[in-house]
């Protein structure tokens, strides 16, 4: 008799709620939430919350998040839908409760509340625009061969509209961080994963990165 596998089932009593970003702001100063960015490296060094840890979606692992007790857990990436991904997986590592930022750090910013910026090196809106680039001349590439050459060539074309229409759904470029890693875009060191690159705002509490 064959024995089918199953994906491992999150139980009903873990939950992932999401908070705003004025009450996430309270928590923080208050000491009452741990905020981690889901983001990549230079997406975190070229723009932050003050005192969140950084620890990547692209290699996230749940026993990296900070656990502290008394502090809630909230996740935050650019617009939600990696932290969802995130949340989803340090519910099934362990965690009962992971709250979610509402609308990243793009809610934050738009709810009128501070972060910190890289000034002394590209920010990620610059890397972007080079992603932008790259993307253009992919598809006017591939429309060119497709016409002067071969159909199939209009494949490559199709490819980068692709990856452009997956950037737009999930809030994530591989394209973009891949460009950050470049030389000409690391001219300052990037904070190691899991650093806190500065206190939040009125908060006095020890980082929840330290633990």
């Known amino acids: 008799m064959t024995t089918l596998q199953t994906a491992p089932v999150i139980s009903s009593a873990k939950t992932n709620p999401l908070v705003d970003a004025t009450t996430l702001s309270q928590w923080l100063a208050k000491g009452e939430a741990c905020l981690v960015d889901v983001r ?7 723009e932050r919350i003050a005192g969140a840890c950084l620890v990547p979606l692209s290699e996230f692992d749940a ?25 989803q997986r340090a519910l099934a590592g362990g965690f009962d ?28 809106f610059a890397v972007q625009r080079q992603a932008f680039i790259v993307i253009g001349l992919g598809v006017l590439t591939g429309l060119a061969l497709g016409y002067f ?19 737009g759904v999930t809030g994530f470029c591989p394209l973009a961080i891949g460009l950050a890693n470049m030389p000409w875009n690391r001219s300052t060191p990037a904070p190691a994963p899991g650093s806190a690159p500065g206190s939040a705002p009125g908060n006095s509490a020890p980082s929840c990165c330290a633990r």
């Not at 990549?40 to 070229?46: C, I």
């Not at 008394?70 to 990436?77: A, I, N, Q, S, T």
């Not at 979610?100 to 890289?118: C, E, F, M, S, T």
């Open 40 to 46: 990549e490296v230079k997406e975190h060094s070229s």
């Open 63 to 87: 026993a990296r998040l900070p656990h502290v007790a008394g502090r809630k857990l909230v996740l935050h990436c650019l617009s939600g839908a990696r932290s969802q991904q995130a949340a």
């Open 97 to 124: 409760e992971v709250w979610q930022l509402k609308g990243g750090i793009n809610g934050w910013k738009a709810a009128g509340l501070p972060v910190q910026r890289d000034t002394t090196g590209p920010t990620m």
């Open 149 to 167: 050459v071969a159909l199939p060539w209009l494949l490559l074309s199709a490819f980068f509209a692709c990856g452009l229409l997956m950037a």
